[in-house]
């Protein structure tokens, strides 16, 4: 048991060191963000949003949060956009209610905001499709 468990912590060292990737951005699909916290009004407000969204993108846009409501969340975050590519953005963050918009390699590809209309981020949405897609 004490191997198995030695074995599973050097596993996930080594994984978040960068010594082993994480899986290739080519198995990846793109990727909104949204950059929560629980008392964040705008994050409120964006849920239903993006929740529609989803409902129409989610088989080709992964919908992702980072929670920066609680240290676990935060270090949840960090493990996230280490691994999806946005490690520099999510240290630099210091605002939540907002979404980023992330090509399989980290690349980012836009923001949504809760001023925008549904439009408006369906359009983002196509955007950052239409720039994922190899040409």
């Given at each position: 048991?004490?191997?198995?468990?030695?074995?599973?912590?050097?596993?996930?060292?080594?994984?978040?060191?960068?010594?082993?990737?994480?899986?290739?951005?080519?198995?990846?699909?793109?990727?909104?963000?949204?950059?929560?916290?629980?008392?964040?009004?705008?994050?409120?407000?964006?849920?239903?949003?993006?929740?529609?969204?989803?409902?129409?993108?989610?088989?080709?846009?992964?919908?992702?949060?980072?929670?920066?409501?609680?240290?676990?969340?935060?270090?949840?975050?960090a493990?996230?956009?280490?691994?999806?590519?946005f490690?520099?953005?999510?240290?630099?963050?210091?605002?939540?209610?907002?979404?980023?918009?992330?090509?399989?390699?980290?690349?980012?590809?836009?923001?949504?905001?809760?001023?925008?209309?549904?439009?408006?981020?369906?359009?983002?949405?196509?955007?950052?499709?239409?720039?994922?897609?190899?040409?």
């Amino acid at each position: 048991m004490n191997r198995l468990l030695t074995g599973a912590l050097l596993a996930l060292g080594l994984l978040l060191t960068g010594v082993v990737a994480p899986a290739q951005a080519q198995d990846q699909q793109p990727a909104a963000v949204l950059f929560h916290a629980d008392w964040c009004l705008n994050c409120k407000l964006m849920k239903p949003k993006l929740a529609a969204l989803k409902a129409d993108y989610g088989d080709r846009i992964e919908f992702l949060r980072v929670d920066y409501t609680t240290d676990e969340g935060r270090s949840a975050g960090a493990a996230l956009a280490k691994a999806r590519g946005f490690s520099k953005l999510y240290s630099e963050n210091r605002s939540t209610g907002w979404v980023v918009l992330l090509q399989p390699d980290g690349t980012e590809s836009g923001t949504l905001s809760v001023t925008m209309e549904d439009a408006e981020m369906r359009q983002a949405l196509d955007a950052l499709l239409a720039a994922s897609t190899p040409s």
